[in-house]
C-alpha cells in the first residue's frame, strides 16, 4: 500500500497522459457509465457550497458547478490542480482549487452543505481518515456522495511493462 507521499508522486507521474487522453475523450467508463450513474443520484445543489475531494483536473466539479452549486476542491497531485485552475481560467465557474490531503482538508468544520468524490476513495492509503474528514466539513444535515471502483474490476495480480522508450510501469 502506498503512503500519501507516494500516492502524489504517482498520480503527478501520470497527470499529464491522464489529462490529454480523458480530455481527449477517451475516459469512456468516466463519461459514458460513472459519471452520469452518480449525476442520476445527486440531489438538487442549486444554490449550495460544496466540496469535490480527489478532483483530478477538475472535469466533474466543473460538471458540479454547472448544476449551480459553489465549489471548492482538493486533489493530492499538484499537477491536476495546475491543470484545474488553468481551466477555471479559461472557463471561469468560481471554483476554488487547492492542493491538499483527502485526509487533511484545510477547511474549518461545518463549512459545506455537501461533499462528492469520485472514484478517489479506493487509491488512497487511509478511507477511513479521509471519510471522517469529510463528515468534518460537513455542515449538519450534508450529505457525502462518492463513487468507487466495484471489486469485480480489480485485476488479482499487477503485471510489470517496459516501455519502448525505457523505463518500467506496474
Same mark, same amino acid.
Given at each position: ?5 507516494? !500516492? ?6 501520470? +497527470?499529464? +497522459? ?14 459514458? /457509465? ?13 444554490? /449550495?457550497? @460544496? ?16 448544476? @449551480? ?9 499538484? /499537477? ?24 487533511? /482538508? ?31 466539513? !460537513? ?32
Amino acid at each position: 500500500m502506498m503512503n500519501e507521499m507516494e !500516492l502524489a508522486n504517482y498520480w503527478n507521474s501520470n +497527470a499529464p +497522459a491522464w489529462i490529454e487522453l480523458s480530455r481527449a475523450g477517451y475516459d469512456i467508463y468516466r463519461d459514458y /457509465l460513472n459519471t452520469p450513474a452518480f449525476f442520476n443520484i445527486l440531489p438538487v445543489i442549486k444554490g /449550495l457550497k @460544496g466540496i469535490d475531494i480527489g478532483c483530478g483536473e477538475g472535469h466533474n466539479t466543473r460538471l458540479l458547478a454547472a448544476q @449551480g452549486a459553489t465549489l471548492d476542491a482538493i486533489d493530492i497531485s499538484d /499537477l491536476f490542480i495546475e491543470s484545474a485552475q488553468q481551466m477555471e481560467k479559461q472557463f471561469p465557474l468560481g471554483i476554488s482549487y487547492s492542493f491538499a490531503s483527502a485526509t487533511r /482538508l484545510p477547511f474549518e468544520n461545518d463549512s459545506f452543505d455537501f461533499a462528492t468524490s469520485f472514484m478517489c476513495l479506493m487509491d488512497l492509503p487511509d478511507q477511513e481518515k479521509a471519510i471522517a474528514e469529510a463528515y468534518r466539513v !460537513l455542515k449538519p444535515g450534508g450529505f457525502f456522495q462518492f463513487s468507487i471502483e466495484h471489486p469485480c474490476f480489480k485485476t488479482p495480480y499487477m503485471k510489470k511493462v517496459q516501455h519502448a522508450q525505457g523505463g518500467d510501469q506496474f
